[in-house]
DNA sequence: ATCTTTCTGAAAATCGTTTTCAATATCTTC
DNA sequence: GAAGATATTGAAAACGATTTTCAGAAAGAT
């Protein structure tokens, strides 16, 4: 558990405290893959630990963006969502309009010529979004 | 006034009127190139129409959208943006994160390769967004 | 001109997100 | 293991962008 250990160095260098909840909000964070939005984070643990409030999931999930285990995404949903990010890695995302479902990619040749127009503009990229809408595998097939 | 014949004829087809302030906010909006806000094109307007409302400015936006001669555009500052489309035309951007400067671009190969990683994943692409965030040739040099 | 329908602008409502605040938990220091 | 100092929590309120409501005004049909 690397990122744990990642989270409670960020939490002590910046003064902050390691409590039951953000434990809790990491473990949870970590089990799944997806892409959560608060609300979806918020509503699977009030399942198990009804006592736990919003605020503390969102503020949380905030921290753990800040200090890198964490990415904001928006799919254009109106919700911010946040991702686990793995060590530097990179990828942009399919999101099937329909279902929902979130693939994720990466191609070093589009990544190449991102670059190459920013250049020929004298940009200096900082960041960049790549999201292809439309329908996945299951959704395109009527049935 | 190609766009200014295809806004009547979207609003007869649909039974809504012609009114003053749709004429106004149109002619308004193609003037410039810009990828305004609700709240950006209403402060413009209200210098020569202080009794113009916000609400139909933005409803006037959405109409646009709607039928085809505006996309709506989101750059991540929490603000809707909306721009005028020419044609069929497509077109991706650079964003300064620093002055807010919109560049546009296309390039026809990143348009290629999104296809392909869609095809790799039976995905059919309905949509995009590529956008490059980070310097403007004058934010990058500091003097 | 009259009637019917849509539109307008101000204000209120909504939605996701963020802040506030009093009570509680954590962390230090003894 | 207390006691004190400081950060955190959860509920509720505040926030900012967008959308809706509604009564009076305007547009279009007859
Ligand atoms: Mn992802
Ligand atoms: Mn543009
Ligand atoms: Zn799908
Ligand atoms: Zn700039």
Chains 1, 2 share one sequence.
Do not use: W
């Not at 959560?36 to 009804?50: A, D, M, N, Q, V």
């Amino acid at each position: 558990m690397d990122r744990v250990k990642l989270f409670n160095d960020f939490l002590s260098q910046k003064g902050l405290k390691s409590t039951s909840q953000r434990k809790l909000i990491l473990e949870t964070f970590l089990e799944s893959a997806s892409h959560y939005s608060t609300e979806e984070l918020y509503l699977k643990l009030r399942k198990e630990h009804p006592r736990i409030g919003y605020a503390t999931v969102h503020r949380t999930l905030k921290l753990f963006a800040e200090c890198g285990i964490a990415a904001e995404r928006n799919f254009g949903d109106g919700q911010t969502r946040f991702e686990s990010v793995h060590a530097d890695e990179h990828h942009d995302h399919l999101v099937c309009t329909k279902c929902g479902l979130i693939i994720e990619f990466e191609d070093q040749k589009i990544e190449e010529l991102q670059k190459l127009v920013a250049s020929q503009h004298n940009f200096k990229i900082e960041n960049h979004r790549l999201e292809l809408y439309g329908l996945c595998k299951h959704c395109r097939s009527p049935k």
